[in-house]
């Protein structure tokens, strides 16, 4: 879409209509501080292929993942997307389609939700799945209010293994509703005494796992803690594919498992759109956030599906709404959906163990770099490593010799003393040269 730019009539009469005198007076509710004080640096007043070539070369001074060793997570994974399913999901009917409110002409976008709500079912090990979150942090917000809702308490526990940003969005929602939220200490060593916290205040307890420290929780102990106080245990994770070695959240006893799905059948996105994943048990199914799609029948008796049990503000009256999300990341949940099906079980486990297998020799070779101290004894395809010198300084020397190796903890934590600490994650991308790349540019960093 080429730019129109608007004459400084345009902008009068919709300043009129908007009822300000100014365009500052539309961002009167931004505090002054996040405000820019002047234009951005760009130049101005150039032409189309004068400005094609300006950011051409702005763009050329971005590190592409797939052009280096690329080792970052920290909730956003590099996973090999087929392209079957890029293919598939930009067939017009999919990339064209609207929200299906319509089942009598919407029975392929219905059909595809379905069979994503069944397979993240299974996936979580959970009685039932609604057809997708805008992500995984949005996700868990909407799970803590969920579980004020079921055991009308208003406090919730964050482990400190929760993802910084995944713990920001829940405060930021519980503000606003005046809920109370307890944030635990950054537990890098996934050793925190998270029982402790439980009693017959809290609705909820907030566990990640893998945690944002790499480290595998056992969900069973909070599970039973919780359950014997009346709370409900969230379950989050941020890598999908761990489910396809890690025993299910369901099964260790979560009452609600949240999550991110762009790992399958998604790419990195520049952080987004991505697919967040929402689970439940049946008890807890009128409580749930956003929609599902159920299988029915016709007048004719033939297979068809629709959207119900949508408690949301489009549908019912907002004071009664369950949540107020109104849409869904419905091309990411397609991507999933189709990755999925491809994978199947069996390729599921295959690719999980290949991540792990890649992260168990990425880690011993990190290990055997002085300077450099794995600190996890469990993990999946993510650890901390401990450095000899700050985290965010190695990253910046490594990229200049072409190795993008993880993120630093500083960037998620930056008041928290953990300088020296770098998330680093393998996936099925990386190959037996990216870690002897890494290792030779680290050794000569430290």
């Not at 101005?44 to 763009?59: A, C, D, P, T, Y």
């Amino acid at each position: 879409m080429r730019y129109l730019p608007l004459s400084d009539t345009d902008r009068s009469e919709m300043l009129a209509r908007a009822g300000v005198k100014t365009v500052d007076d539309l961002f009167a509710d931004v505090p002054k501080n996040l405000l820019l004080k002047e234009p951005l640096d760009l130049p101005r007043h150039k032409g189309e292929l004068e400005v094609e070539r300006i950011l051409s070369r702005m763009s050329a001074r971005n590190v592409p993942a797939s052009s280096v060793p690329f080792f970052v997570g920290a909730g956003a994974y590099k996973h090999h997307v087929p392209a079957t399913v890029d293919h598939l999901i930009q067939r017009s009917e999919f990339l064209t389609s609207y929200t299906p409110y319509q089942p009598e002409i919407a029975q392929g976008t219905l059909q595809y939700l379905f069979e994503f709500q069944t397979q993240v079912a299974a996936l979580t090990g959970m009685d039932v799945a609604n057809a997708s979150m805008y992500d995984g942090s949005t996700g868990t917000g909407e799970a803590v209010l969920m579980a004020h809702r079921v055991t009308k308490r208003r406090k919730a526990v964050l482990s400190g293994g929760l993802h910084p940003h995944y713990a920001e969005v829940v405060r930021t929602l519980s503000d606003m509703a005046s809920d109370n939220v307890v944030t635990m200490k950054p537990d890098v060593a996934g050793a925190e005494d998270i029982l402790s916290q439980i009693d017959d205040s809290v609705s909820c307890v907030v566990v990640q796992s893998p945690d944002v420290f790499g480290n595998l929780r056992d969900l069973k102990p909070i599970a039973e803690k919780a359950h014997k106080h009346g709370a409900l245990l969230i379950a989050v994770f941020t890598e999908a594919v761990s489910l396809g070695l890690v025993a299910s959240p369901g099964s260790q006893g979560a009452d609600i498992v949240v999550g991110e799905g762009q790992s399958i059948g998604n790419a990195l996105n520049f952080g987004g759109p991505y697919v967040g994943l929402f689970a439940t048990q049946s008890k807890y199914i009128r409580q749930m956030p956003g929609r599902l799609c159920g299988e029915t029948v016709d007048a004719d008796g033939n297979r068809g599906f629709v959207l119900t049990l949508s408690t949301r503000e489009q549908h019912i009256r907002r004071d009664k709404a369950t949540s107020n999300i109104c849409t869904n990341s419905g091309l990411c949940a397609l991507a999933f959906t189709i990755h999925m099906t491809l994978l199947g079980e069996t390729g599921l486990k295959r690719l999980a163990r290949v991540n792990h297998a890649n992260a168990v020799k990425l880690a011993d070779q990190l290990g055997s770099v002085e300077g450099a101290e794995v600190l996890n004894r469990t993990f999946f395809n993510e650890f901390t490593v401990k450095l000899a010198k700050p985290a965010a300084e190695v990253v910046e020397l490594l990229v200049a010799k072409g190795v993008v190796a993880g993120v630093p903890v500083s960037r998620l934590l930056p008041n928290a003393g953990l300088d020296d600490l770098l998330l680093v994650a393998s996936t099925e991308v990386n190959t037996d040269d990216d870690r002897a790349a890494f290792v030779a540019a680290l050794k000569e960093v430290l």
